[in-house]
């Protein structure tokens, strides 16, 4: 056996930990042998003694170093995954070159790179931490509890001064139709949006509801606060109304006084038809007036207005018989669609009545002669839809959004009478009652409105602006 040289055997081998472990283990039985051996060559006991003396030291070098090691690694890991350590690399001396060595390279390795990784990631959060803080708009971010993960600053501010992360959402906001639309996102990821007015607050903010992720569920609700726009078209609607409502007495005294002139020169053939001009002018300015006054009350929401019970069958009725003559002239024929036994629903009758009357004026002046249209009514899932479907000229694509906007009419109906509040009206008795309005349409191939109204007497409106 060959005598391994005693720094070798106390640095280990380098390279092996099993061959080091071997030799450190056989070193010292050797030592102790070869002592034996001498003592049976030359009959000296003391060689045994020396042996067994130098084993037991060498035995005991080792096993002393293994420990520091093992120290020295329990040392390492400790500092290494201490607590707030996290993103820091401890270094540690390797000098033995054997397999500790080599997992230790591969794990300073990696903690490097995951601590660049999570020094990284830190920065990032940070800054956007930063740039959510600077928001004016209040974000909160939702889980599948209803419980807020995180808000930012602005939400802090909005709500008591209080962060509101950690709080069920529903006590923060204190709207449950909010909550509702957060859980109906979290539910089917649809978005939501809603005004709401803030509790013990005079201020108004409009809230979007976004579902960001799916596993886990979280959606992200992002407040701003819209209270000077909003007092700002308070204004603008009480200008409208208020000039609308100065208008109508002198256009009323206008046709009054034209209707004299006639009186007065009853067989001039040029002034009847000049007065009859002047008639027809002031009933459509009256008509847009009237108009106008009503778009600004119903802006108002549910407070303008008149709830009563009503037979949804009998509003279709009525407007039919009303506007049959005026089909019947265009050569256009207008039906009702079998429907099944309707309840009676709570709402503002004879607004809805005009809305209906307005699409089914609309449809008649945009169906040709010989087309056909189709008056229905509804009810499912605690609401109730009135639809009117022709099959006339249809809505240009790019018309389609902008129809429910106040004065609008297409290219091709500019020339025709009317002054474009027909489908605005319609829009705000729909929104009025807490309720929805629908369009479906093809260039050539007619157009489908619906309204859809809840049934209830529930007070679904917020006041609404558009
Ligand atoms: N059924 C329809 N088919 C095709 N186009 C339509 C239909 N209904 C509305 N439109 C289009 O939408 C525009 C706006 O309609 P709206 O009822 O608001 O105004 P109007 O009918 O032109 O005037 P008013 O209703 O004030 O007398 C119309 O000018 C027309 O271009
Ligand atoms: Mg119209």
Redesign the pocket.
């Known amino acids: 056996m060959t005598l391994m040289p005693v720094r070798a055997l106390c640095a280990g081998s380098r390279g092996s930990l099993v061959r080091s472990l071997i030799y450190q283990f056989f070193a010292p039985v050797a030592i102790v042998a070869i002592g034996g051996a001498l003592e049976a060559l030359t009959g000296y006991w003391a060689f045994t003694l020396l042996g067994f003396v130098a084993g037991v030291v060498l035995a005991a070098v080792f096993a002393q170093r293994a420990l520091a090691r093992l120290a020295q690694l329990q040392l390492i890991a400790s500092r290494q995954f201490a607590p707030g350590r996290a993103g820091q690399v401890v270094s540690w001396p390797r000098d033995n070159g054997d397999e500790i060595d080599e997992a230790l390279h591969h794990a300073e390795a990696f903690v490097s790179s995951a601590s660049a990784r999570w020094a990284e990631e830190s920065e990032r959060v940070r800054h956007l931490s930063n740039v959510l803080d600077r928001m004016r708009d209040a974000v909160i971010q939702v889980d599948a509890h209803g419980v807020v993960t995180y808000g930012n600053l602005a939400a802090a501010k909005i709500f008591g001064g209080r962060n509101p992360a950690g709080r069920s959402f529903i006590r923060v906001v204190r709207d449950h139709q909010l909550d509702d639309l957060v859980r109906h996102a979290l539910e089917t990821g649809e978005d939501g949006q809603r005004t709401i007015a803030l509790l013990g607050d005079s201020r108004v903010m409009n809230a979007i509801v976004v579902r960001i992720n799916q596993f886990p569920r979280e959606a992200l609700v992002v407040l701003r606060d819209i209270t000077e726009l909003h007092r700002l078209q308070d204004i603008r609607r009480e200008f409208v109304a208020s000039v609308s409502h100065e208008l109508q007495p002198p256009l009323g005294a206008i046709k009054v006084m034209a209707g004299t002139i006639l009186d007065l020169q009853p067989d001039n053939a040029e002034v009847r038809q000049v007065i009859a001009a002047i008639d027809e002018e002031i009933d459509s300015m009256t008509a847009m007036v009237d108009?106008l006054l009503d778009i600004s009350q119903l802006e108002k929401g549910s407070e303008s207005l008149r709830y009563e019970t009503v037979d949804p069958a009998e509003l279709v009725d009525v407007a039919i018989s009303r506007l049959r003559p005026r089909a019947g002239q265009a050569g256009i024929n207008l039906t009702v669609a079998p429907a099944d036994a309707l309840a009676p629903i709570r709402a503002d009758g004879k607004r809805l009545q005009h809305a209906l009357i307005?699409l089914v004026?609309?449809?008649i002046?945009?169906?040709p002669e010989g087309g056909r249209i189709e008056v229905g009514v509804t009810q499912a899932a605690a609401e109730t839809t009135f639809t009117v479907a022709?099959d006339?000229?249809?809505?240009a694509e790019a018309?389609i959004d902008r129809?429910w906007e106040r004065f609008?009419?297409?290219d091709?109906?500019r020339s025709?009478?009317?002054?474009?509040?027909?489908?605005?009206i319609v829009k705000h008795v729909a929104l009025a009652h807490g309720g929805k309005i629908a369009v479906e349409?093809k260039p050539g191939s007619?157009?489908t409105?619906r309204i859809s109204v809840p049934d209830g007497t529930r007070d679904a409106a917020p006041r609404v602006r558009q």
């Open positions: 108009d307005n004026t609309n449809a002046d945009h169906t022709d006339g000229e249809g809505i018309d129809i609008f009419k297409s091709r109906s025709e009478p009317g002054t474009g509040l027909g489908l605005a349409s007619g157009a409105f």
